[in-house]
């Protein structure tokens, strides 16, 4: 079915100004399939039910809004762990800033070398985890990646990976327009811990979609940066086979706007999922988590766990649908969102849905918003805590559960410091 006139006219303006990237017949192939699901479905307005909290305009317009670059005036994130660092500044990869792609067990390569092979591996997988989303409901901007990314890694893991893998997002230009496409195929029994962080570009536009086989792990962990003035949509796709794990965790601070998507598919009996985030917003702010998650195996757990504190008139919005089909019994499905508003011009938007065809599942979901514990400050008060540092301390506390489902350590010891860190820096 075609879109409407007025999201069909809007989806010709922002194709007008794109360039489909040259390749070999396979990868050209795909992105046509793309494009051909993005004109039919037209890209996302306020009408659409998954977009009525948030105005998708300045993410679909044919030119990005203009956004400065942030002086950054802290240690880059994840600079004590070692780890291979691949490097894109303003969506471009930059060879001179990123290490050797050489990882035992872990073959990495670029999208833009892979898409000029004529036989690779990932012509099984680009886009059709994306696909594949697209029902029960569309993700057009994801489409649209799949049509256009020039760049991206494509990393195939054979085994356990020694060290992490870190994607390196730099902003330089105020006008710059990102668009990239991650790949990754865990094999059985593999392992890896991909990192993310950096604000990336002026608007950004990211795809992952993640292959876990059998009694594979993989676990995520990135943080969006600090540029206030970004925009940026992203998308994860992962789908699980048998007794493998699937853990992301995202933290997120400053953003005009941010929309991350989540789309995740228990194929495998006894699988886990588990999605976390938390965001921090003041002012200018709009955040917006959606999470998809499908069960269609023997029991399987996922958890969803999102936590924001918002003030000075910051947006916080969560919607989360946990899909359990008629087979998949035993299924543990958690959701909790949360949002501490530390005035009374912020608000938060939330969503939560579940929808059951299996009859011996435990699935609950819950969703709540308030402003600090007026108690516990005055307790923290009482014992000689300035109100600020009582303030940051409790926020720290709501947090918490979210930063929990960070599985290494050292990584959620990371994140812990850098929140602390950014509170501090605020309050002074």
Not at 100 to 116: K, N, P
Not at 127 to 146: D, F, I, K, M, W
Not at 236 to 253: P, V
Request: a negative charge; aromatic letters at 6%; hydrophobic letters at 40%.
């Amino acid at each position: 079915m075609a879109a409407p006139l007025a999201k069909q006219t809007a989806t010709e303006a922002r194709l007008a100004v794109l360039d489909m990237p040259k390749g070999s017949d396979w990868i050209t192939a795909l992105r046509k399939e793309a494009l051909a699901r993005l004109t039919a479905m037209g890209l996302p307005a306020r009408r659409d039910e998954y977009w009525k909290y948030t105005r998708p305009d300045t993410l679909t317009d044919a030119a990005p809004v203009p956004a400065k670059v942030f002086v950054q005036d802290e240690t880059p994130m994840f600079d004590g762990f070692d780890r291979i660092k691949i490097v894109f500044r303003d969506g471009v990869f930059d060879a001179a800033a990123s290490d050797d792609l050489t990882l035992a067990g872990v073959s990495i390569e670029r999208l833009a070398d892979v898409a000029q092979t004529d036989i690779h591996w990932a012509k099984d997988l680009y886009g059709a985890l994306e696909s594949n989303g697209q029902n029960p409901v569309e993700r057009p901007l994801a489409a649209l990646n799949s049509a256009f990314a020039s760049d991206g890694v494509v990393i195939r893991v054979s085994g356990k990976a020694s060290k992490p893998v870190s994607l390196i997002y730099v902003h330089e230009s105020e006008t710059s327009d990102a668009v990239l496409h991650h790949v990754v195929k865990l094999e059985e029994g593999a392992e890896l811990t991909l990192l993310e962080n950096g604000p990336a570009a002026a608007r950004f536009n990211k795809v992952l979609e993640v292959e876990i086989a059998d009694t594979a792990r993989f676990h995520h962990v990135r943080t969006q940066g600090r540029d206030h003035d970004r925009r940026a949509a992203t998308h994860i796709f992962a789908r699980l086979g048998r007794e493998s794990t699937f853990k992301s965790f995202t933290l997120t601070a400053n953003g005009v706007l941010t929309r991350n998507e989540c789309v995740i598919e228990l194929t495998g009996d006894d699988a886990m999922a588990h999605v976390a985030g938390a965001a921090l917003g003041d002012g200018e702010f709009h955040h917006d988590d959606t999470v998809f998650i499908t069960h269609d195996a023997v029991n399987c757990e996922s958890r969803q766990v999102f936590k924001k504190v918002l003030r000075n008139g910051a947006v916080g919005v969560f919607q989360g649908k946990i899909l359990v089909k008629e087979d998949a019994q035993k299924t543990d499905g958690y959701q909790i969102s949360q949002s501490l508003l530390l005035d009374g011009d912020s608000q938060f938007l939330a969503k939560p849905e579940l929808e059951i065809y299996a009859d011996d599942v435990a699935c609950s979901h819950g969703s709540t918003s308030g402003a600090i514990d007026e108690d516990a400050l005055f307790y923290l008060r009482a014992r000689g805590i300035p109100e600020g540092t009582a303030t940051d301390l409790l926020t720290l506390s709501f947090l918490a559960e979210a930063v929990e489902e960070i599985e290494d350590p050292a990584l959620a010891e990371e994140i812990s410091n850098r929140l602390e860190a950014w509170l501090e820096r605020r309050r002074g």
